[in-house]
């Protein structure tokens, strides 16, 4: 079946640091794949996505390149805010797959001065 | 635009009672979905709904569940009767469809469920 794979939280990490947070995924046929960010007492809403291999989103200062050959979506940020301190979650789509998001297990990151 | 618009925010109520819980999709969107989350389980897919049809509910938890779209612009999750393990935030969610599959689902700000 199709599934998502992240890395355990919560992720600590100072003001200024690189963030890498994994992202891997089982899937049949060609998904478009996503990231969704959470911020405390709120909804998820769309960081990045891209819908193709060699694919690179990119947001608010985060990347995520499409890897076809190693199945993998990682999120990535060359120096966080404290403000970033949310829970994140990848998550792919297939095409015709009636748009229904398979999600990963969410990432929380907690980012401190 | 408003975005996807959930009623109420919070919920405390009794084991037992019925609850009722509202959303309002995007305009124009054509599918809608109800999530929920919890510490213990993470993000799940309930049931959703394609141009007001449930298109796949294997999601809910059970027959205490039930969830209805009467028209595009409303949809309703009911839990009778509700249980302490019912506790969660509950989403609902709405996309346009597309072939590529590049939508993205918009999703509301959730219902805080507290079943004591």
């Known amino acids: 079946g199709n599934s998502v794979t992240q890395m355990e939280g919560p992720v600590t990490l100072s003001e200024e640091a690189f963030l890498t947070i994994n992202c891997t995924y089982t899937?049949?046929?060609?998904?478009?794949l996503f990231w969704y960010v959470q911020y405390p007492g709120e909804g998820l809403q769309l960081l990045l996505k891209?819908?193709?291999?060699?694919d690179k989103g990119s947001n608010k200062g985060f990347e995520a390149t499409y890897r076809k050959e190693t199945t993998s979506f990682h999120l990535e940020k060359g120096s966080v805010q404290v403000s970033d301190s949310a829970v994140y979650f990848c998550?792919?789509?297939?095409?015709?797959?009636?748009?229904?998001?398979?999600f990963g297990t969410g990432t929380q990151l907690k980012v401190e001065l | 635009d408003a975005g996807v618009i959930q009623s109420p925010r919070h919920e405390v109520t009794e084991m037992g009672q019925e609850v009722t819980l509202r959303c309002k999709p995007i305009s124009g969107h054509d599918y809608l979905f109800w999530y929920r989350q919890t510490m213990m389980r993470g993000l799940e897919l309930l049931i959703y709904f394609n141009n007001n049809v449930p298109i796949d509910d294997s999601g809910m938890p059970e027959d205490r569940f039930s969830a209805k779209m009467p028209n595009a612009s409303f949809s309703t999750l009911k839990i009778q009767p509700s249980e302490p393990r019912d506790s969660a935030v509950y989403f609902c969610a709405s996309s346009l469809w597309e072939l590529a599959g590049g939508r993205e689902q918009y999703f509301g700000p959730g219902t805080r469920l507290t079943v004591t």
């Open positions: 899937a049949t046929g060609y998904p478009s």
């Open positions: 891209a819908t193709k291999a060699d």
């Open positions: 998550a792919l789509k297939l095409t015709g797959g009636g748009n229904k998001l398979t």
